[in-house]
């Protein structure tokens, strides 16, 4: 609108709606000034004042402004310095019948700047008929109009001129809903009026009628050129929010609606020449000499000496009482602006409380988010902990397959060449029996028969038999000292491939075990300290907001209260000098001093009701600890693993080495024995040899004593074969103890698989079980925790880490069954 003014325009805002619902502080508001500001609370005319000053800025203007007033049909000028100056209305005549009107005895103010302009509405607005009533207590009980006329310079030879009327109309009222009575109803009745014919005209211009009622009320003959003219209007419709107004609302929205279907034909203004205008101004110049002239033609005052004293005394009092008035009004002035200081401290705080507020706010979703994030990596964490005691409980298991069926081949393996091989000692012993049954019928022959013949045929056939004997059992022996070490290379690959084996597996589990409960101890530290810092910085602020909400809400009452005080002081003090106005001011000021304190304890409440809802996360506290109990159980449970596997691979070693220690004890025992068995079997041919070749060297010599040595000889070759007896049976005794040691062996190697079975695949297996314990009743805290708190989000599934996914989708899942007994030394206590 005041662009358009400044362009030409005649423009027009007027408010309408009923009584109560804010149509003067709509167009007035707060027109006092803070530190030479504009109010926030300002309504339209002073913010359109500040506007156009602003505007106006470096361009040649003149800037003239009027306030009247239409009470009861009566037109009065609130800007005259007289008492009630009646105004009469006449029709422009230089602009036609239908031209704007023209108000004699109207008083034109000019101003320079926006708070002149904003002082004459103040002055007006303290002349204007105001009561109260029961809907209001300061209801207007007149139609006001303050126009702003405009004269810009925009050549050498023309000026453009622009006029805005800034019209609040008085509300309409139910006269029994007001409880107006006496002179208040006859007010309302001219009110409801006045407002009646304006909306027959905006009627009968909707309706694009004939004739158009302007003459059956001032207030539309003001209106005239607003509504249906060459005017620019704009119309404000206040409505009441309450359900006992909603017949009011709605007839003033069909009111408005109505209006709004009005065709105006806005012109700008024709600019007035220089010349016309510097006439006019001549004229009014000369008008105003013979005033001077008649005035000063008189020569005194024509009054009474009595009179003229009575009239001096009553200026000096009214001078003394203008005086005490300007010194309070001062004094009021110094305190308002001492208040208007602390109430804008007290926003200040406010502001600082709420954006600290907003900051504890903020600070409880991040703590949330780390929550949610913790919970997850935490469901993570035991998703991985089960399938990693899967895996090693599935490898414990294969290794343990692996090692029995080893045992049980080398076992099959060893029984069936021990068998072979006493089956071989059999038959060379069945020999041995057979060759000497043949040696004694042999002597037995030649001592019936050819006794020297025959001594040298079977001399030499002792000689083939010795020497066939030596070589078989030559033979014999080697092979069993070679089979017996093959057997001890066998058994000693054997075991150095299976603990090989099971130093692998030991060592792959061990790091597997090790990674796995690093990563949660790490996991869990990490929760551990976010959380710390977080309830730290909560406990920070929520101490300070705590204690700026009790200072804030402490200065507030205080100031509340002094401010109370002095009002009321004030208002007995002067309530007689300032009267209507003042009280209307008072009243204004406790109402904004007691909505602010109402907004501020309302935000003290809401900031205390969230310092509660937060204390309520010392639950974060039990998070804590039980995040802390867990991590120390899983150290302890990673510790005990730790120290048991290492105790059963020391007692594994030192089983195998002595395992090995006796299977090489055990052959270098059997192949001394056997090394003994071929020196003195040797040593026995070698005899037997000498002792033929020297029986036949002697046979000529000794003939006669053949018998005798032949019966010798014969009782040599048997203890011979005696000795080789015996000594095969020694031979089958060590193999079949050899075996039994094997075995027992064999049955001790598998105890400690055994023993490591139950020594850790069932305690990964309770430990996996303990794990799943553990986050049931924690992932529900969190929920539960997240659900409570105020502005908290669902925890995210897929928040878990990409190295989390990874891992666990390249580890094989196994099922393992797992015992429900608890080891006791896994046994913790369940959250």
């Given at each position: 609108?005041?662009?358009?003014?400044?362009?030409?325009?005649?423009?027009?805002?007027?408010?309408?709606?009923?009584?109560?619902?804010?149509?003067?502080?709509?167009?007035?508001?707060?027109?006092?000034?803070?530190?030479?500001?504009?109010?926030?609370?300002?309504?339209?005319?002073?913010?359109?004042?500040?506007?156009?000053?602003?505007?106006?800025?470096?361009?040649?203007?003149?800037?003239?402004?009027?306030?009247?007033?239409?009470?009861?049909?009566?037109?009065?000028?609130?800007?005259?310095?007289?008492?009630?100056?009646?105004?009469?209305?006449?029709?422009?005549?230089?602009?036609?019948?239908?031209?704007?009107?023209?108000?004699?005895?109207?008083?034109?103010?000019?101003?320079?700047?926006?708070?002149?302009?904003?002082?004459?509405?103040?002055?007006?607005?303290?002349?204007?008929?105001?009561?109260?009533?029961?809907?209001?207590?300061?209801?207007?009980?007149?139609?006001?109009?303050?126009?702003?006329?405009?004269?810009?310079?925009?050549?050498?030879?023309?000026?453009?001129?622009?006029k805005l009327n800034l019209v609040d109309l008085a509300g309409s009222e139910n006269i029994q809903r007001s409880g107006a009575e006496n002179k208040r109803a006859v007010e309302a009745g001219q009110i409801n009026k006045s407002l009646l014919t304006l909306g027959r005209v905006i009627n009968a211009l909707v309706d694009k009628s004939s004739h158009v009622p302007y003459r059956e009320s001032k207030l539309t003959r003001l209106l005239q050129?607003?509504?249906?003219?060459?005017?620019?209007?704009?119309?404000?419709?206040?409505?009441?929010?309450?359900?006992?107004?909603?017949?009011?609302?709605?007839?003033?929205?069909?009111?408005?609606?109505?209006?709004?279907?009005?065709?105006?034909?806005?012109?700008?203004?024709?600019?007035?020449?220089?010349?016309?205008?510097?006439?006019?101004?001549?004229?009014?110049?000369?008008?105003?000499?013979?005033?001077?002239?008649?005035?000063?033609?008189?020569?005194?005052?024509?009054?009474?000496?009595?009179?003229?004293?009575?009239?001096?005394?009553?200026?000096?009092?009214?001078?003394?009482?203008?005086?005490?008035?300007?010194?309070?009004?001062?004094?009021?002035?110094?305190?308002?602006?001492?208040?208007?200081?602390?109430?804008?401290?007290?926003?200040?705080?406010?502001?600082?409380?709420?954006?600290?507020?907003?900051?504890?706010?903020?600070?409880?979703?991040?703590?949330?988010?780390?929550?949610?994030?913790?919970?997850?990596?935490?469901?993570?964490?035991?998703?991985?902990?089960?399938?990693?005691?899967?895996?090693?409980?599935?490898?414990?298991?294969?290794?343990?397959?692996?090692?029995?069926?080893?045992?049980?081949?080398?076992?099959?393996?060893?029984?069936?060449?021990?068998?072979?091989?006493?089956?071989?000692?059999?038959?060379?012993?069945?020999?041995?029996?057979?060759?000497?049954?043949?040696?004694?019928?042999?002597?037995?022959?030649?001592?019936?028969?050819?006794?020297?013949?025959?001594?040298?045929?079977?001399?030499?056939?002792?000689?083939?038999?010795?020497?066939?004997?030596?070589?078989?059992?030559?033979?014999?022996?080697?092979?069993?000292?070679?089979?017996?070490?093959?057997?001890?290379?066998?058994?000693?690959?054997?075991?150095?491939?299976?603990?090989?084996?099971?130093?692998?597996?030991?060592?792959?589990?061990?790091?597997?075990?090790?990674?796995?409960?690093?990563?949660?101890?790490?996991?869990?530290?990490?929760?551990?300290?976010?959380i710390s810092e977080l309830r730290h910085r909560l406990q920070n602020a929520n101490s300070r907001m705590i204690e700026m909400n009790h200072k804030t809400s402490l200065d507030v009452a205080r100031l509340l209260e002094e401010e109370r005080a002095n009002a009321e002081v004030e208002r007995n003090n002067f309530l007689s000098q300032i009267g209507a106005i003042y009280d209307l001011s008072s009243q204004q000021r406790w109402d904004r001093?007691?909505?602010?304190?109402?907004?501020?304890?309302?935000?003290?409440?809401?900031?205390?009701?969230?310092?509660?809802?937060?204390?309520?996360?010392?639950?974060?506290?039990?998070?804590?600890?039980?995040?802390?109990?867990?991590?120390?159980?899983?150290?302890?449970?990673?510790?005990?693993?730790?120290?048991?596997?290492?105790?059963?691979?020391?007692?594994?070693?030192?089983?195998?080495?002595?395992?090995?220690?006796?299977?090489?004890?055990?052959?270098?025992?059997?192949?001394?024995?056997?090394?003994?068995?071929?020196?003195?079997?040797?040593?026995?041919?070698?005899?037997?040899?000498?002792?033929?070749?020297?029986?036949?060297?002697?046979?000529?010599?000794?003939?006669?004593?053949?018998?005798?040595?032949?019966?010798?000889?014969?009782?040599?070759?048997?203890?011979?074969?005696?000795?080789?007896?015996?000594?095969?049976?020694?031979?089958?005794?060590?193999?079949?103890?050899?075996?039994?040691?094997?075995?027992?062996?064999?049955?001790?190697?598998?105890?400690?698989?055994?023993?490591?079975?139950?020594?850790?695949?069932?305690?990964?297996?309770?430990?996996?079980?303990?794990?799943?314990?553990?986050?049931?009743?924690?992932?529900?805290?969190?929920?539960?925790?997240?659900?409570?708190?105020?502005?908290?989000?669902?925890?995210?599934?897929?928040?878990?880490?990409?190295?989390?996914?990874?891992?666990?989708?390249?580890?094989?899942?196994?099922?393992?069954?797992?015992?429900?007994?608890?080891?006791?030394?896994?046994?913790?206590?369940?959250?």
């Amino acid at each position: 609108m005041v662009d358009e003014l400044l362009c030409g325009y005649n423009c027009t805002v007027f408010a309408y709606g009923q009584t109560g619902t804010g149509k003067t502080y709509t167009m007035f508001g707060k027109m006092t000034e803070e530190l030479g500001l504009l109010s926030d609370d300002a309504g339209i005319i002073p913010r359109t004042l500040y506007t156009l000053f602003d505007k106006l800025k470096g361009r040649d203007s003149t800037v003239k402004c009027s306030f009247i007033e239409l009470y009861n049909e009566a037109l009065c000028d609130l800007l005259s310095d007289e008492g009630d100056t009646k105004l009469q209305l006449f029709e422009n005549e230089r602009n036609g019948a239908n031209g704007s009107l023209l108000v004699k005895g109207m008083r034109e103010s000019y101003v320079d700047s926006p708070s002149a302009g904003v002082r004459l509405l103040e002055m007006g607005s303290r002349k204007r008929q105001v009561a109260a009533t029961r809907c209001n207590d300061l209801s207007s009980r007149s139609h006001t109009i303050f126009t702003i006329n405009v004269l810009t310079r925009t050549s050498e030879q023309s000026i453009t001129s622009g006029k805005l009327n800034l019209v609040d109309l008085a509300g309409s009222e139910n006269i029994q809903r007001s409880g107006a009575e006496n002179k208040r109803a006859v007010e309302a009745g001219q009110i409801n009026k006045s407002l009646l014919t304006l909306g027959r005209v905006i009627n009968a211009l909707v309706d694009k009628s004939s004739h158009v009622p302007y003459r059956e009320s001032k207030l539309t003959r003001l209106l005239q050129d607003s509504l249906g003219g060459q005017t620019k209007t704009c119309i404000i419709a206040t409505v009441s929010p309450c359900q006992s107004s909603q017949e009011e609302t709605v007839s003033t929205l069909d009111y408005a609606f109505r209006a709004k279907n009005i065709h105006n034909r806005p012109q700008i203004n024709t600019p007035v020449p220089k010349d016309t205008l510097l006439s006019e101004l001549a004229l009014e110049i000369e008008n105003l000499k013979r005033n001077l002239r008649a005035t000063r033609d008189r020569n005194g005052v024509y009054m009474t000496s009595d009179t003229h004293e009575e009239m001096l005394k009553e200026i000096e009092s009214r001078r003394i009482v203008n005086e005490e008035q300007k010194q309070c009004i001062e004094a009021l002035e110094s305190g308002l602006q001492h208040r208007t200081g602390e109430l804008l401290a007290v926003t200040r705080q406010l502001r600082d409380l709420d954006l600290d507020n907003k900051e504890a706010h903020l600070k409880l979703r991040q703590m949330n988010d780390a929550l949610n994030k913790a919970h997850n990596i935490w469901g993570g964490s035991i998703a991985e902990v089960s399938d990693i005691t899967e895996k090693v409980g599935a490898r414990m298991k294969d290794f343990q397959a692996h090692q029995t069926r080893l045992l049980r081949d080398f076992s099959a393996n060893l029984g069936r060449f021990l068998e072979n091989e006493m089956t071989a000692a059999q038959r060379n012993q069945t020999l041995l029996y057979d060759t000497l049954r043949a040696v004694e019928g042999a002597g037995e022959d030649s001592k019936t028969q050819l006794l020297k013949g025959e001594t040298e045929e079977a001399f030499h056939q002792l000689k083939q038999i010795s020497k066939t004997g030596r070589a078989t059992v030559s033979e014999a022996l080697n092979e069993l000292s070679h089979a017996i070490t093959r057997i001890s290379e066998g058994l000693e690959g054997e075991l150095l491939k299976c603990n090989d084996q099971f130093e692998m597996a030991y060592g792959a589990f061990d790091q597997d075990v090790q990674s796995t409960f690093q990563t949660i101890v790490k996991h869990v530290e990490e929760q551990n300290v976010e959380i710390s810092e977080l309830r730290h910085r909560l406990q920070n602020a929520n101490s300070r907001m705590i204690e700026m909400n009790h200072k804030t809400s402490l200065d507030v009452a205080r100031l509340l209260e002094e401010e109370r005080a002095n009002a009321e002081v004030e208002r007995n003090n002067f309530l007689s000098q300032i009267g209507a106005i003042y009280d209307l001011s008072s009243q204004q000021r406790w109402d904004r001093l007691q909505e602010n304190y109402n907004i501020i304890c309302s935000d003290i409440s809401s900031s205390g009701i969230l310092m509660e809802s937060l204390t309520t996360h010392s639950r974060i506290d039990e998070c804590i600890a039980r995040q802390k109990q867990l991590a120390k159980e899983l150290a302890d449970s990673s510790s005990y693993l730790k120290v048991r596997m290492w105790q059963d691979k020391e007692r594994l070693g030192k089983r195998h080495f002595s395992a090995r220690q006796a299977a090489v004890s055990a052959k270098k025992d059997l192949q001394q024995s056997v090394d003994n068995h071929k020196e003195t079997l040797h040593e026995q041919l070698e005899l037997w040899a000498r002792e033929l070749e020297k029986t036949q060297s002697q046979n000529k010599q000794l003939s006669d004593a053949y018998l005798g040595h032949l019966n010798t000889l014969e009782t040599t070759i048997k203890q011979s074969y005696s000795t080789v007896k015996d000594q095969l049976g020694m031979v089958l005794e060590n193999s079949g103890q050899f075996q039994k040691d094997m075995a027992r062996h064999s049955d001790a190697m598998e105890q400690p698989i055994e023993a490591l079975e139950k020594e850790i695949c069932e305690p990964l297996s309770h430990l996996r079980t303990n794990i799943q314990s553990y986050s049931i009743p924690t992932g529900a805290s969190l929920e539960q925790d997240a659900c409570d708190r105020p502005g908290a989000t669902q925890s995210n599934q897929e928040g878990t880490s990409h190295w989390e996914h990874d891992n666990l989708a390249k580890q094989p899942r196994v099922e393992i069954a797992s015992d429900d007994s608890e080891n006791p030394r896994l046994k913790r206590r369940r959250l």
